[in-house]
């Protein structure tokens, strides 16, 4: 992995400021416990799509001044508390913070469940969080071992630990400042609203794209043209999040499907345009972006897929 991203920051959370070397930290018995970057075991080098589910069961106490989340999936995540999505985002190069949540308003006293999907790509990336529960009681719970990691999807995990499904230790990478991440600026977002309403295209038609691919030829990365056969769905012009809906489901491997959006229909067969991968874990054929787009068409590279607009 090649990492480059010094940031230098002050950060602010829970009413405390913190200056210069960022850490997300607790003191316990005289103990410095700090929140560690985790990631599922995988081959990096191999780059191959990874998505994982990474859950916890919290245990809040009854005295506590607010819930407060700070994480970060890095390059995507979607976070899911007690079963609900209430967060997400897409992670890019250019602006790359620990994302601040108050989680006060829909958690309870006792059990509690926080689940992440992390999803990339390139298979490259790495998860970090960490709760707060008072302005001396900071990384009450933090990312390390105790997290299970599962790769195949099931909708039991967003509530507790399924009976019989396969899970793993993370790998940990490390705590902060490290990698590509160094230090990172806190920045508060609010949680996502539930999505009520879906649109369905107006069209779907098939045509052949041109897409941009790299190829390692003699050691050497080089960008080349691949004609690939494609599904556009015209919405008329439109926002909102994207679902994706597979034809069948992932087995034994993350699978990643290419969407470009498009206000124009000759945009659909240039080769520049906005591409964005989509991870599916085995046993999952239903992902939405975690971030709104506006447009008008969906295309879909070589894959039979479906998409509706949901918001």
Not at 241 to 251: C, E, F, N, S, Y
Request: proline share 5%; hydrophobic share 45%.
């Amino acid at each position: 992995m090649k990492f480059a991203w010094p940031i230098q920051l002050t950060a602010v959370v829970g009413g405390a400021s913190r200056s210069g070397p960022y850490r997300l930290w607790i003191l316990e018995k005289d103990k410095e416990v700090a929140a560690k970057w985790i990631w599922a075991h995988h081959r990096m080098s191999d780059d191959v799509p990874l998505a994982f589910f990474a859950a916890r069961d919290v245990v809040l106490p009854e005295r506590r001044r607010w819930t407060y989340l700070k994480v970060l999936g890095d390059p995507e995540y979607t976070l899911f508390v007690n079963g609900r999505e209430v967060a997400g985002r897409l992670v890019s190069a250019e602006e790359r913070q620990i994302d601040f949540y108050d989680l006060s308003t829909i958690v309870h006293t006792g059990r509690n469940r926080i689940v992440v999907a992390v999803r990339a790509r390139q298979g490259v990336g790495g998860l970090i969080a960490a709760i707060d529960i008072g302005p001396e009681t900071e990384n009450w719970i933090v990312t390390d071992d105790s997290w299970r990691i599962y790769r195949t999807w099931s909708p039991e995990i967003l509530v507790h630990d399924p009976h019989g499904l396969a899970w793993e230790s993370p790998v940990i990478v490390g705590e902060p400042p490290i990698g590509r991440w160094n230090f990172l600026p806190v920045k508060k977002r609010e949680l996502a609203k539930s999505l009520k309403m879906s649109i369905a295209p107006r069209e779907a038609f098939a045509l052949t794209a041109r897409m941009p691919i790299i190829r390692t030829r003699s050691g050497v990365a080089v960008a080349v043209e691949e004609k690939q056969r494609a599904r556009a769905f015209d919405f008329g012009f439109t926002s909102g999040r994207i679902r994706v809906t597979l034809d069948g489901t992932p087995r034994y491997g993350s699978r990643a499907v290419i969407l470009r959006t498009a206000n124009l229909r000759e945009e659909l067969y240039a080769l520049e345009g906005t591409n964005r991968a989509v991870v599916f874990a085995p046993g999952e054929n239903v992902v939405v972006t975690s971030e709104p787009h506006a447009f008008r068409y969906v295309l879909t590279y070589g894959v039979n897929a479906r998409v509706d607009v949901v918001r």
